[in-house]
């Protein structure tokens, strides 16, 4: 299977760990990778906000690479499926739109049709990989690890543009996957709720309060590790733990995994290979229950 | 059709408690609400029957105790908004078979809101904020010949996604940064403040502007997108409160970390086509915020002990010569 797989800034800056993960993950399933080395942040829905017209033409000539590639774009951060989503709902359904995006990219090579699929690692992994495929592959089973799912906000809503309405389903992968690899998920309020990084700059302490509290509701059930399928939710989550911790009086000290890692471990890599020994929060005694070591 | 319904139960110190299963602490933030007893009801009703029936049902048949508000049960008087399932709804819009997955439907109140009993909660906190933004029209003055204002259709139409707003607080109980920061305006009374603002009869927009772009406004929300997933109405408080933000920007209300984040995000998307991480935390904060520069560099440094700092040298994507002419045609405050 083949896909144009868009990376986001995050995986290449402060979460290589995410990255090689990924490059791992896929190439033990057999997805190939084209990656578009030529496209532009999605803007994180900042540059949305303050210029629409602007953004609508930055992620269409994405959505038109990934085009030209004749395959789904995969993402593998929820805040870029979440912009990439909007624009392309909307540039499918308004053609004034299409067109404005399509003038701005005049001269680039490049025109969007309005036929890309935008899809993140775990909606591909369950829709297009399969989990009978998934299954053959796990030769570690993570037996005994309570594992709570931390979905974010923007791989769930706006249901409407993620395909929610058609596929209720989308908010049930993680636990899928978390039992396929032979972990225990653990069920929480916290795990549809948002991490608070985006208003980090804006609002440090009520930021981190909201990321603590979901970790801490997790770990007070049982939880011995959180999995994510973003990057900015793992930054709030892992990085930012020892000043979350700060700020709610709490020891929290509960590490969190990307959903490649989590995968690549029941594929046989080492933590090493996936990075697990590059986070903030130590790994090491969640890997311990498993018989794993960094 | 058989309906199982667990109702959160709650009576203030004093008044006869109700009995049932006691439910414990609820999580952080919210674990200053008091626990419920929770009660589960069977309910004979019909495959399209609402939540809301199940509720009258069992005040009228089963347990005549039992507070619910409730008026119109056709959306419009917004009273019946309520936890279902843990998020909020119009209990009247609410199909008992939509609801029940595994069987049951639970309803309670939210715990974002001070309880009064059983299913009421206090609404006053939603009062307050809508009043706190001047939830009303101050006309240009004088009132021009004919004694009206005309407004062009297509000015109105912007407003009219607002307008649709019943006021059942909804966006209120889930908001994400509510929860945690009780000053923050809100969705509902942002959203209505968007509509005066953007009221082309409007004379004190700039007034407003200011006033939402302060601490607790229109930055503070955390953009989870909550409130635009359960409005019954399809206001879309976030898309409201981000039409907000940009004309509070366009109107020279640029001193502070939203406007410096959104400057510095795009400045970096446009001269390299990819975010520097780097630089985008010192810009945002701005360079003489010498207290929050200081507070950025534990994580900083946490990052750099686990190799996780991006790289010092931003290098720039392939062909950046497209995005820079996208910046140029349509850039505005980013060319």
């Not at chain 1, 540039?91 to 004034?96: A, E, I, T």
């Not at chain 2, 889930?174 to 923050?184: G, H, P, T």
């Not at chain 2, 086509?273 to 950025?296: D, Y």
Request: hydrophobic letters at 40%.
């Amino acid at each position: 299977m083949k896909v144009a797989f868009w990376p986001g800034c995050v995986s290449k800056g402060a979460c290589p760990e995410l990255y090689v993960s990924t490059r791992k993950v896929a190439e033990a399933l057999g997805i190939e990778l084209v990656e578009l080395y030529e496209a532009a942040c999605t803007g994180a829905g900042v540059l949305s906000e303050q210029n629409p017209a602007l953004a609508d033409s930055l992620n269409g000539l994405t959505l038109a690479m990934a085009e030209k590639v004749g395959a789904d774009l995969m993402t593998i951060c929820s805040t870029c499926q979440g912009v990439l989503s909007n624009h392309n709902y909307h540039l499918k359904r308004d053609p004034q739109r299409l067109q404005a995006a399509n003038e701005a990219m005049a001269g680039s090579g490049y025109e969007y049709r309005g036929t890309t699929e935008v899809k993140h690692l775990l909606w591909l992994l369950v829709e297009d990989v399969g989990l009978d495929k998934i299954r053959s592959l796990v030769k570690v089973k993570l037996t005994g690890l309570k594992i709570a799912p931390f979905y974010g906000c923007y791989i769930l809503r706006p249901s409407e543009y993620l395909g929610l309405k058609e596929r209720p389903e989308r908010s049930t992968y993680l636990e899928q996957l978390i039992e396929i690899v032979g972990g225990t998920p653990v069920e929480y309020m916290g795990k549809t709720k948002c991490c608070g990084f985006p208003m980090i700059m804006m609002n440090k302490d009520k930021s981190l309060a909201m990321g603590a509290n979901h970790i801490l509701e997790a770990k007070d059930k049982g939880a011995d590790l959180l999995v994510t399928p973003c990057p900015l939710c793992h930054l709030n989550l892992d990085a930012q733990q020892p000043d979350a911790a700060r700020v709610v009086k709490k020891v929290i000290d509960t590490p969190i995994f990307h959903l490649p890692q989590l995968l690549g471990l029941a594929f046989g890599y080492t933590p090493e290979e996936l990075r697990l020994n590059h986070h903030v929060v130590p790994t090491t005694r969640a890997l311990e229950k498993v018989e794993l070591k960094v | 059709m058989q309906w199982t319904v667990v109702v959160g139960r709650y009576s203030p110190p004093g008044e006869p408690q109700p009995k049932g299963e006691l439910g414990g602490i609820f999580p952080p933030p919210y674990e200053k609400a008091p626990p419920k007893t929770y009660q589960t009801f069977k309910v004979d009703l019909p495959d399209h029957a609402m939540v809301l029936d199940a509720l009258i049902a069992i005040r009228e048949y089963q347990d005549e105790s039992l507070a619910v508000r409730c008026a119109c049960r056709s959306a419009i008087c917004g009273s019946c908004a309520m936890w279902v399932n843990g998020h909020a709804r119009l209990v009247c819009t609410s199909k008992l078979s939509e609801h029940s997955p595994g069987g049951k439907v639970t309803v309670e109140a939210p715990p974002s809101m001070p309880i009064i009993k059983d299913l009421v909660c206090d609404m006053s906190v939603f009062w307050k904020k809508n009043r706190a933004v001047t939830p009303f029209l101050e006309n240009k003055q004088p009132i021009p010949d004919g004694q009206e204002y005309r407004v062009p259709n297509e000015a109105m139409e912007n407003l009219i996604q607002e307008v649709s707003c019943i006021s059942c607080g909804a966006c209120l109980m889930d908001c994400e940064s509510f929860a945690v920061n009780q000053d923050f305006t809100g969705p509902a009374a942002l959203a209505k403040a968007y509509r005066y603002t953007a009221d082309p009869r409007d004379a004190q927009t700039k007034e407003r502007l200011g006033e939402y772009s302060a601490p607790n406004g229109v930055w503070d929300c955390t953009h989870c997108y909550e409130c635009v997933q359960v409005c019954p109405k399809g206001v879309a408080p976030l898309d409201q409160i981000l039409k907000l933000r940009k004309m509070a920007v366009d109107a020279g209300f640029t001193n502070n970390t939203g406007t410096r984040h959104a400057d510095a995000f795009a400045e970096s998307v446009r001269d390299s086509g990819r975010l520097n991480e780097l630089t985008l935390v010192p810009k945002s904060l701005g360079f003489f915020n010498i207290p929050a520069q200081f507070g950025s560099l534990p994580a900083a440094f946490n990052l750099l002990r686990a190799g996780k700092l991006p790289p010092l040298i931003h290098h720039k994507i392939p062909h950046l010569e497209r995005i820079k002419n996208i910046f140029k045609k349509i850039g505005g405050r980013f060319k």
